[in-house]
């Protein structure tokens, strides 16, 4: 992970942290991981080319 290394190491150290920061966490905090996951960007397609 190139951004925000300093928070994805400490989520995935204490994942549980982000629910116990909320007023209301939801009922299956504790089922809920933090993983680091990729989006392709979208495609760039010429219609036509000469």
Do not use: C
């Amino acid at each position: 992970m190139r951004r925000d290394t300093l928070f994805y190491q400490f989520f995935l150290r204490y994942p549980q942290l982000l629910f116990e920061l909320l007023p209301n966490p939801p009922a299956d905090a504790a089922g809920y991981v933090f993983e680091s996951i990729e989006v392709k960007e979208t495609a760039f397609r010429m219609d036509g080319v000469w």
